[in-house]
């Protein structure tokens, strides 16, 4: 594979040019699968920083919302052929930077790509409504109008799709953005602004500021010219953006952890859950806000999924994500490491039985990365933290169970709600699931994780602030209402 990415400097992207941080500091980008492998060197940002993006977005808000949606919709799809001609490229720059496997990072390059188009089409769609007055002289109408400047907080896990699931909305209806990307995978992101500069997009509609979350998260989101904060990442962060921007009185929109369950029911399928478990569960290192980390079994078919299970994930293979045939990577960074193999620890201590896998994987080539074995728990009770909290990580706990209501009271008993699957074939099964899950995403026979860009997709309970994103409904968070009455 050919890559021009290594141990190049990328530069804050503001108002249409690189520039250096004020700070004169980077730090650098690496591979979890070889620490050894530099990806590139990224500003370490400051206040001062942040604020001059923030400015220029502001300035460019008068040019920007005051264009055509289509015209805007023009950029969005010349940005979309940009990054589809340098998919590759992208999606290798992915699997270095954050570890995710080569064919993952390209499926979700090609979401970006799609998610780009989608938002281009909705410049030409209708923005309001008109509503009967009593008053039959009179027009009323509704129109959307751009919140204004909007800061976009990502993650690492998804550093295409969720850094673009924002911005493209947040552009079409007329905002302008500052992003602040995660920082193990600010180079990913600068080539996403590499895309919009080549498609030219006007000089401060998107800026990029990478750095530290706990110096450039509070600039942002205290900053009073941001109008929006759109956010996906822990809850922990999260928290602390909603309570700052709902201070000063600016809109904002949190997606967090997940908890997902899934539920196996006695008539299942047996070898499609255990493949949708396996996916859902150890897919991208276990590193989705969606994926699957509980697995409610009913006690007539728990012994042959079990086993299935087992043999199944024995079967997975682990390494570096750019080599063929490799199934899983490394978790994508020391910390996300470490906290897994803690969870891990505390699973056993807690008394849950360890049935595979368990440790950091080690010797020869893996010792230079952040590997750890798909692991898999039993004797799993609601009160251990390995049911209740976010492990982020390639670990499933069993849960088995009598009937399906008390599948679905296990399921519930998290303070997270974002996604849930169950295995049946019947269809009372299916309903009682749909209708008693708590949960944004309500899956029946298919995997937890995975979602398509068109529908509405957020948590209940602690996932989220409530909003959706993607699909129509992002269109609720990027505008205000305006009401209208012409006499
Ligand atoms: P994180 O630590 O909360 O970081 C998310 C972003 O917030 C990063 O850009 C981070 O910057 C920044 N940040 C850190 N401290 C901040 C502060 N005080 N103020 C403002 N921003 C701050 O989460 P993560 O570890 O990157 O991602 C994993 C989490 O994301 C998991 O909990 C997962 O469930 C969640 N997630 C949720 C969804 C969803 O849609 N529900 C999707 C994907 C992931 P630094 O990189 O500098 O720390
Ligand atoms: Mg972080």
Redesign the pocket.
Known sequence: MTIGILKKTYLNFINGEWIVSSSGQVYKSFNPANTDEIIGYVQNSTTDDVNLAVASAKNALTFWGKLAGSDRGAYLYKVADILERRLNEVAECMTREMGKTFPEAKGETSRGVAILRYYAGEGMRKVGDVIPSTDSKALMFTSRVPLGVVGV??????PVA?PIWKMAPALIYGNTIVI???????VTCAKIMECFEEAGIPAGVVNMVT????????A??ENHDVNGIT????????K??GK?AFERGAKYQL????KNPVIVAADADIDLAVEQTINGAFRSTG????ATSRVIVHRNVYETFKEKLLTKTKEITIGDGLEEGIWMGPSASE??LKSVLSYIEKGKQEGATLLLGGNRITGGSFDKGFFVEPTIFENVTSRMTIFQE?I?GPVIALVKVDTLEEAINVANDVEFG?SASIFTTNIQNMLSFINDMEAGLVRVNAESAGVELQAP???MKQ??SHSR?QGEAAKEFYTSIKTIFVK
Do not use: D, H, Y
């Open positions: 907080i990502t993650p690492w896990n998804f969720i602040k990307p995660a920082q193990e995978t600010a750095g530290s979350g706990s110096v450039i998260g509070p942002l989101t956010f996906t990442g822990s809850n922990q962060v999260g602390r953006i700052s997606e967090m952890g997940g590193q989705k806000c969606t910390n996300q976010e982020f974002l997709f957020g948590g996932s989220s994103e």
